[in-house]
């Protein structure tokens, strides 16, 4: 352990970012309080440390080392140096002097992960223009467009540079990357926070370099390579890519799947956080070393449950891509937005291999289990509205233990306790603008309007185009509710979120026909909307030159039957003889 300055630090050596890490993450924020470190260095004229950086060594090159942490941070402060040397004339004799930060002759010093190489290595030439094809590269090129923003605002950008070279680093240097990530536990790192993934690895790693022989050291970090390699794939293409409003947030990271992973995994928690899972993978490896043959137990615990992380992150993989090239799956999570508390009842179908096999039964012809987590979202959890998590984590933590049929019956038996034919029927008739269904619903009946289904590219437009639920009875009316059939304003009320007077309107004309009387809004934004029950709703006012309170009656009703029948009221006749209708007699199955 030492205190080294930068510029030491990268005299006459090579960093490599081992492939189990995870890729470059920083933000713009990151990069402004990088910024406000130097110019503190400055300002005060003294050394500034900025954190630390533990590396191992390489067993065939003594002047090369892995970063086992610290990477964010060298990562940043290479690309930042690069930029410095653009910004400088080239005929200053120091621009020389200050390469070794890039390259030892044709060798760059900092080798990312082998997916970013070729775009890291074109940043660093000056080449700002490449396309990002993940989430870390997009973070890379975003760095670098915030640091030449800084940069225009230094006035002396040598003396910046020689600041860089002059900031303090607490260094740690080990000869096993099993014995850097033991360091690591207990270093406090200054950046990006860790994510509870990354804790999760780190621990593993230090039971198995420690109780274990080191021997499951290189094969977790393999894995955890891979994992992190998934979540970068499901996060760029799942929120960056596709728009899934679930996976774009910025606060959905690995540690949100992480969570999803623990109820399939585990049944005594419901609803856990990221850090009640790695207080929980913590307190297991604990209380394992307490046993007398604990080796073969640790051993077998680390294995099963990293191969089941690593499933469940491929898996969710396999299905985002899908979302991109298949329009079901689009419709499902972009458009529906499926519920978060379904995700790990979805993956375990697609992991287990059924998720699109067909139901057994006659009367479920043509249908899929995809098809009973659409109906169990849009019915459950957009409609009624309620979110049952107890119940889901009960069965996916058993579901790999399940048949087909006994998989098939307790989500029909699902469906059905939370929401009956009844209730449905009820929910169709009543205020049902609240509903998050709705876009869906309402794309489904233009396709059953059209008799055809959207292509991927139509929906992608539709989405473009923020479609919007639009009220055509406007619920601040210019009007009198009694010209219209109606009571009086507070029998308007009791209709205005109905079905009947709901439709799908793109937003910008949305807003243009807002509180106007349907007639007007027939020329003014229906006719000019791409959806068909809306071109049909005003073809329909134009014939009938009015839209009152029996049209929306009349309107509820057809909506509402297309409804009944779209998402399965009921199970339907015929029936198999062992579907379970009592939640009781079901969990005496799974005995």
């Known amino acids: 352990m030492a205190t080294t300055k930068i510029t030491d630090l990268f005299n006459d050596r090579y960093f490599e970012i081992p492939r189990y890490q995870r890729g470059y993450a920083w933000e713009k924020q990151h990069i402004r309080e990088l910024f406000e470190d130097i110019k503190e260095a400055i300002d005060s004229k003294s050394s500034h440390y900025i954190g630390t950086v533990v590396l191992s060594k390489c067993d065939v090159d003594s002047k090369k080392f892995y970063v086992v942490d610290g990477q964010q941070r060298l990562t940043t402060i290479t690309l930042l140096i690069a930029q410095l040397l653009q910004k400088i004339q080239d005929g200053d004799t120091r621009i020389y002097q200050k390469m070794h930060y890039i390259k030892k002759g044709s060798q760059y010093s900092l080798k990312p992960l082998d997916r970013d190489v070729l775009l890291f290595q074109q940043l660093l030439d000056g ?28 006035q002396n950008p040598e003396q910046f540079l020689d600041a860089i070279g002059n900031l303090e680093i607490m260094e740690f240097i080990e000869n096993s990357e099993g014995d850097a990530i033991r360091i690591f ?13 990354e804790k999760i690895k780190s621990l593993l790693i230090y039971f198995s370099n420690k109780y274990l022989d080191k021997k499951y050291d290189d094969y977790i970090n393999a894995v955890f390579s891979d ?50 899972v790695l207080k929980t993978i913590k307190q297991k490896l604990t209380d394992l070393r307490k046993e007398n043959d604990f080796k073969d137990a640790m051993a077998k615990f680390i294995n099963k449950y990293i191969e ?37 009842l979805i993956v375990k179908l697609q992991e287990k291999g059924v998720l699109e096999k067909d139901l057994v039964g006659s009367k479920f012809m043509g249908k899929r289990f995809f098809d009973l987590v659409e109906l169990i979202d849009v019915r459950v959890y957009k409609t009624r509205g309620t979110d049952p998590k107890a119940d889901i984590v009960k069965f996916v933590s058993s579901i790999n233990d399940r048949s087909d049929i006994e998989i098939q019956n307790w989500l029909l038996w699902f469906n059905s306790k939370w929401m009956s034919k009844e209730q449905f029927n009820a929910s169709l008739s009543v205020n049902i603008y609240p509903n998050a269904a709705l876009p869906f619903i309402f794309v489904d009946y ?28 406007a619920q601040t009316p210019d009007f009198k509710p009694e010209s219209l059939g109606f009571d009086d304003m507070e029998d308007f009320v009791s209709y205005e979120h109905r079905l009947g007077n709901l439709s799908l309107l793109e937003k910008s004309l949305n807003s243009i026909v807002q509180k106007k009387v349907p007639i007007l809004k027939v020329s003014l934004g229906y006719d000019k909307s791409c959806f068909e029950m809306t071109k049909k709703l ?54």
């Open 127 to 154: 080449n700002t223009h490449a396309t990002p094809q993940n989430k870390s590269q997009r973070f890379m090129i975003e760095a670098v467009e915030e640091m030449k923003f800084q940069i225009d605002n230094i």
């Open 185 to 197: 536990q207990t270093v406090n790192d200054r950046g990006k926070s860790l994510s509870n993934m």
């Open 227 to 276: 994992i992190f390699e998934l979540y970068d794939s499901i996060k760029y293409n799942g929120g960056d890519r596709i728009g899934i409003n679930l996976i774009k947030r910025q606060n959905f990271t690995e540690d949100n799947i992480l969570s999803y992973h623990y109820v399939t995994y585990f049944s005594d928690n419901y609803e856990p956080s990221a850090e009640y």
């Open 308 to 344: 089941s992380l690593k499933s469940f992150f491929t898996n969710l993989n396999t299905i985002i891509s899908k979302v991109g090239s298949e329009t079901k799956y689009y419709k499902l999570f972009v458009i529906l937005n499926l519920s978060a508390t379904l995700y790990p």
């Open 446 to 473: 233009c396709e059953s309007i059209r008799n055809n289904k959207y292509s991927l590219q139509e929906l992608q437009k539709i989405v473009a185009t923020i479609p919007t639920i639009e009220h055509i009875l």
């Open 538 to 591: 005003a073809s329909d006012i134009t014939s009938k030159q009015t839209f009152a309170k029996k049209d929306v009656i009349e309107r509820t009703d057809v909506l509402k039957e297309f409804c009944v029948k779209r998402w399965w009221a009921d199970v339907p006749e015929g029936q198999p003889d062992d579907v379970i209708s009592d939640e009781t007699e079901f969990f005496d199955v799974l005995k």
